[in-house]
C-alpha cells in the first residue's frame, strides 16, 4: 500500500496524476489528510475528499510514503510532528519515500536526504540538506528515495514510482497507453 499526504496547500497536479497512474498500475493507494479533517484545500482552490485523516492510519502496512509539493502544503507537511517521525520509521525501515517538487525539502530538514542524489522545485536547493542535489528533466531514485521537480513531472513521477513498485514492463505498458513520451 502507498499513502499519499495531503495538507492544506497541497499541489493539486502533484497528488491527484500520482493517485491516477498508481491506481491504474493496479497499486493500493490511500490518500491520508494530516489536517485534522478528510477535506483538503489544494493550492488552486480545489478540495480533495481523502481517504482517512492521519489518526486513523496503519503505517506498519505502508510499502511507500509519498509527499506532493505545493509552497504551503509542504510547510504544513514539514510542521507535522506525526508525520516526520512516520517518515523517520519508513527510513529505517527500509520503505519507500518519496516526494516532488517543495516537499523533498521535509525530507531534506529530517536528514533523510544526507549523502543521497536528490532533487527538487527550483529554489528549494538549500533545504535538500546534505544531498547530491541536480536537477534534472524528471526524477532521482537514490536507494529507496525517490524526489521529482515539480508540476510538469508527475507523471513521470508517478511512472517512476509504478516503475519501482510493479516493475518497467507495467509503467512502460502504462507511459504507452497514456501516451507519454
Known sequence: MVLI???????????????????RAEIEVQTVSIMGKK?????????????????EVDYSKADMVILPGGGVGTQNLDKHAGLNEQLLLAVKQGK??????????????????KG????CYPGFEQALEGADVSLPDHSIIDGKIIT??????????????????KGAEVANALRKGMLIG
Open 39 to 55: 477535506e483538503v484545500l489544494g493550492a488552486h482552490n480545489i478540495t480533495v475528499m481523502a481517504d482517512v485523516v492521519y489518526e
Open 96 to 113: 519507500w519515500v518519496s516526494a516532488i517538487c517543495a516537499a523533498p525539502s521535509v525530507l531534506g530538514r529530517l536528514g533523510i536526504l
Open 116 to 119: 543521497k542524489k536528490a532533487t
Open 148 to 165: 521529482s521537480r515539480g508540476p510538469g513531472t508527475s507523471l513521470h513521477f508517478a511512472l517512476t514510482i509504478v516503475e519501482v513498485l
Open 5 to 23: 499526504h495531503l495538507a492544506d496547500g497541497f499541489e493539486e497536479i502533484e497528488a491527484i496524476s500520482v493517485i491516477d497512474v498508481l491506481r
